[in-house]
């Protein structure tokens, strides 16, 4: 079961911990040395997918955790960044979109899993993703980076448009998964109804 695309994938959740340690011991050097730590979780999720497909390792392991590592690593990094007044007030609402939304797309998902649905991951959900990850990046090192890289503001601002995303992409698995409900509640009531005649 754990295979290198899965290692990789639970690296990511290994490297948490170490992350949200650092937010302990602020200063400019461990602000860096949190990008590299992050940058590295963000190379691993491209790596750990292309690895299983181009190796024919594609496990249910793998599939069930790689998500999971992705919605851990920026609920903790969000989570953290606000708790440590790394960012502004005017940005909470996009960290709690995003937040909301990772939350109701785990339990869709789960619901579905129990009806033999599953719902692939969307082309801009990966982008939503992608956006995320860049994003924090720059609200790690935050006033630390150099002085003509408006890191603050790049961050801040690439936030909003990853709440735009995950606000699209979030409506698009709850229209679909919708329809999956529907079609459920439809095939148990037919069933009652033929089991009653």
Not at 43 to 71: C, E
Not at 104 to 111: I, Q, T
Not at 113 to 123: G, N
């Amino acid at each position: 079961m754990l295979n290198l695309p899965n290692i990789l994938t639970l690296s990511r959740i290994f490297v948490i911990p170490v992350v949200i340690a650092m937010f302990y011991w602020d200063s400019p050097t461990t602000r860096w040395v949190m990008l590299g730590l992050f940058t590295a979780a963000g190379i691993t999720d491209f790596f750990d997918g292309y690895l299983a497909r181009r190796s024919n390792q594609v496990s249910a392991f793998g599939r069930f955790l790689d998500p999971i590592a992705d919605k851990l690593l920026v609920a903790a990094l969000l989570l953290m960044l606000v708790g440590f007044d790394r960012m502004s007030t005017w940005s909470y609402l996009p960290a709690v979109i995003i937040l909301m939304r990772e939350l109701l797309v785990s339990g869709l998902r789960e619901f579905l899993a129990q009806t033999q649905v599953s719902i692939p991951v969307s082309t801009l959900a990966k982008w939503k993703t992608t956006l995320q990850m860049f994003t924090l990046g720059f609200l790690i090192v935050g006033s630390d980076a150099p002085t003509w890289i408006p890191a603050q503001i790049i961050g801040e601002v690439g936030l909003w448009l990853a709440a735009l995303l995950t606000l699209i992409t979030g409506y698009d698995y709850l229209k679909a998964g919708i329809v999956h409900m529907l079609e459920a509640d439809s095939v148990a009531n037919s069933d009652k109804t033929g089991s009653a005649e």
